[in-house]
């Protein structure tokens, strides 16, 4: 029965490290000055171990659909064919995205609670020669489903398509292996596994797509990576950046190199099975399979969820996600990512396990309409 | 000789009250959780005073340019005929965007040294009638001119054209006066007079200006206002903002509120005085005439600027900005605008002396150069 301290274990914004989060009061400093030139340009670069890349990083200020819309609006064209694979919240924004730059979208569906079918991918690819662009969702935060990304990537086989990649939610949390995987354009954003407050996406390209960009015929500008790899040349952004967020990346960065990204990853994984295990133990039941399994977040079938979260939020601070989509009001999602270790997800079971006790009743009906279902 | 004090005096990023700069590092709160939708709308909504108008006030999260942007990608369809005025970089900036977004783009120059004739907005107006926007700079920040806002926007008498304005160096530090001007469409971002981290931009439309949105077919998805305006309804973005910028600007808005709007711009007109006056004491050759002079900032004549301004930020970590466009190298910028005090001008002007001193033959030889231009 106390809030004093509010436990953020929603799928991102996530809470900040305090030792990041200082980062964020430092003085302003200009943006075309020494220190700024020399700073900028070499944390990006650290960012290249997370992306599995030799590939350039760049920052676009602005939140993760900023990053994307960066990735469509540089390669997108009025009347390029693209696929969007779409399973989930994220999947349809790319479809959204490639449709508002009147490209021909095909979309192929897959449930909202399972991975994307990579034999599907290839049926359709080889139907389709004429697909150029390629977009998928490395983890798919509106259900908890970690895509099998290079298996995306191995079914083009020698299709030409480019593949894009929204690794918001995945980026730091999980290994992207960009270059090993063959991924042409893959965008994360600083609130997520990153351990920064919102304000900033990263995106880095394959040289391949690097060539392609050049010829979109897209009006940009903020987005224009062009002007990113020009100015970067220097040291800059062609725009004001958010100055902090390079700031915070420093510090993000050092925590997490210090722990070793193995164990990063190794963490997050953990903390997946631990927050699965302890909702089974529950009688709870989980929106996707085991193979599909996102390390970052995991989501929990429940009627009347969005009552449940006030509830858990009011009574003790802390804070779950709602559902998305067709999940709407029948999901929560429980956030473990970024800083975040097994003793918050034990808490956040913890927390379950009292309510449900406590409002055995309410559970039991609950249980009850589950089972009707 | 020492520099542990930096003093950052260039027209933005501007330095940051400890009061604000502390909101930066405020825990994490979920973006679309009770206490963000809560405080969001009635935050922004305390910028209306700030604009001078009814109308809604709209966060986007990115740079002033992606403000910017927003205005042109929600107004501009392909084949637009609009008219940009041009008198330093930013307004070169709009004519840039405007190219990007395909419209038909007439352009009046101005000298890259005063304010936009209103006189000849008229008379080009009345020669085409077809266009349908206006683009302007209140403040110039390349070049220290204020531009007549008032006196552009009555130019067009009964002309349909809307009027968009970049007020991103301006609002805060000068009246922006949106609907009494009768401005159709005002930008604004956080790093300027506003006394926050770069990092949001702002943006307030007009009625006349609503509706004509509504036809614009630009490709457009982070930037599309008509998402912001349904997500506002319910206290929230689109896209995940950033919340760090609402905390900022709720504490940026308490202090200016606090010493008075009035106070707030009689300050900034007694900096422009002041640096005005103390440059000329000292001999120096100002950009601009007392006519268009810039309450935010002073740009100053200067041969070898660029060392000079080298030689004052290493040896009193007072850092000034460069000339832009056709003054670089030849004029330094001395910001005066937000956070900043008389006493801040009175630094600023003490370094300048003594260094002009010290320097007096390298002065005195760089006044031969300049007698001789």
Not at 259 to 270: D, I, K, P
Not at 290 to 318: C, H, M, N, W
Request: proline residues 5%; charged residues 25%.
């Amino acid at each position: 029965m106390y809030r004093f301290k509010p436990e953020l274990r929603i799928p991102g914004p996530v809470p900040v490290p305090s030792e990041v989060s200082l980062q964020m009061a430092r003085p302003v400093i200009n943006h075309r000055g020494a220190v700024f030139k020399e700073k900028f340009p070499d944390v990006l670069s650290r960012l290249k171990l997370l992306f599995g890349t030799e590939n350039t990083v760049y920052m676009v200020t602005g939140s993760g659909t900023a990053g994307m819309e960066t990735a469509v609006s540089n390669l997108v064209s009025p009347g390029t064919p693209v696929l969007c694979l779409v399973g989930g919240f994220f999947g349809k924004r790319w479809a959204e995205l490639c449709t508002a730059y009147k490209a021909v979208v095909h979309v192929l569906e897959f449930p909202w609670d399972r991975g994307v079918d990579p034999d599907q991918v290839a049926e359709f690819l080889a139907q389709h020669p004429e697909i150029e662009l390629i977009f998928a969702v490395h983890n798919e935060s509106s259900t908890g489903v970690l895509n099998d990304i290079e298996a995306i990537s191995r079914a083009r086989g020698d299709h030409q398509a480019l593949l894009v990649v929204d690794a918001v939610s995945a980026l730091g949390g999980t290994p992207c292996e960009m270059d090993a995987r063959g991924l042409d354009v893959v965008v994360s954003a600083s609130q997520k596994c990153l351990m920064m407050p919102p304000g900033a996406a990263f995106i880095a390209l394959s040289e391949r797509a690097q060539t392609y960009m050049e010829q979109s015929e897209a009006s940009r500008y903020y987005f224009d990576l062009r002007r990113y790899q020009q100015f970067l040349e220097k040291g800059e952004t062609p725009f004001t950046p958010n100055i902090h967020i390079v700031f915070a990346l420093e510090e993000a960065l050092r925590m997490m190199e210090a722990e070793g990204l193995e164990n990063v990853y190794a963490r997050h994984l953990l903390m997946r099975d631990m927050a699965r295990a302890g909702a089974r133990a529950l009688g709870l039941e989980l929106l996707v399979s085991d193979a599909d399994a996102s390390p970052t977040l995991t989501a929990v079938k429940f009627p009347q969820a969005d009552e449940f979260r006030q509830r858990v939020r009011e009574r003790y601070g802390v804070e779950f996600a709602g559902g998305q989509g067709v999940h709407a009001g029948r999901v929560f999602r429980i956030g473990h990512m970024g800083y975040a270790t097994p003793l918050d997800v034990l808490t956040a079971l913890a927390v379950l396990e009292i309510e449900l006790k406590k409002f055995g009743r309410a559970t039991e009906a609950a249980e009850r309409v589950m089972a009707a279902q």
